[in-house]
């Protein structure tokens, strides 16, 4: 069977919002998003066609957000938000450029990544009092563990990915 892809994307909007992201992403190369948007503009307002069974039209968005909600607890919201608000380069691509040179191999007594052992007296000390040491240098390891481009947020990122790796 073969349609077009505005029937096909009529389907899609009477069927579910996940076939349409779907599409959207499978798509991707096909056809932009811009003209996808077009195309949905151009077609708007759907008839929605009801499965029986299915939940559909604004029942169906009402349902997806009391899922949203019911997954998401403020903590793990709180979570979110802050990631979303890092702007940083990725703490794995940081560690892997700079810090993996001593933390990997354990140089000068560097706690090494993964092994919790040596990790946790580190750890107990807070994130805080870690973050200053690694700003300014501690023992063997140079201020910002040799990343002098990186911002605090960058290093307390990288910090949380590398306890996260060592508990
Ligand atoms: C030149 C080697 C070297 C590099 C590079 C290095 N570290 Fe370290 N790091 C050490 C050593 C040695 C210690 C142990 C210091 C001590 O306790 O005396 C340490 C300790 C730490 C600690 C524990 C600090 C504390 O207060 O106990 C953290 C966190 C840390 N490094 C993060 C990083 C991050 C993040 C990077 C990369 C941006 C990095 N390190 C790069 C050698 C290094």
């Known amino acids: 069977m073969t349609f077009s892809i505005a029937t096909y ?7 579910s919002v996940t076939c349409f992201a779907l599409m959207m992403a499978s798509q991707a190369s096909a056809i932009t998003t811009k003209q996808l948007d ?3 503009q151009r077609i708007e307002p759907v008839g929605v066609v009801c499965i029986e069974g299915q939940v559909c039209g604004a029942e169906q968005t009402k349902a997806i957000t009391v899922a949203d909600n019911k997954t998401s607890t403020p903590s793990v919201k709180a979570e979110a938000e802050a990631e979303a608000a890092y702007s940083g380069r ?6 892997n450029r700079y810090c993996i040179a001593c933390h990997a191999s354990g140089a000068a007594g560097a706690p090494r990544l993964g092994n919790a052992k040596e990790w946790q007296p580190h750890i107990a000390k807070g994130m805080d009092t870690m973050l200053k ?3 300014h240098g501690i023992g063997a ?6 990343c002098s481009d990186c911002t605090d947020e960058e290093l ?3 910090i949380q990915y590398m306890i996260n790796q060592s508990q």
């Open 156 to 158: 307390k990122h990288t």
């Open 9 to 15: 994307i009529k389907r899609c909007f009477a069927l």
């Open 133 to 135: 040491n690694v700003i």
């Open 141 to 146: 390891m140079p201020p910002k563990g040799i």
């Open 38 to 40: 077009e195309i949905a």
């Open 90 to 95: 990725a703490p794995q691509n940081i560690y």
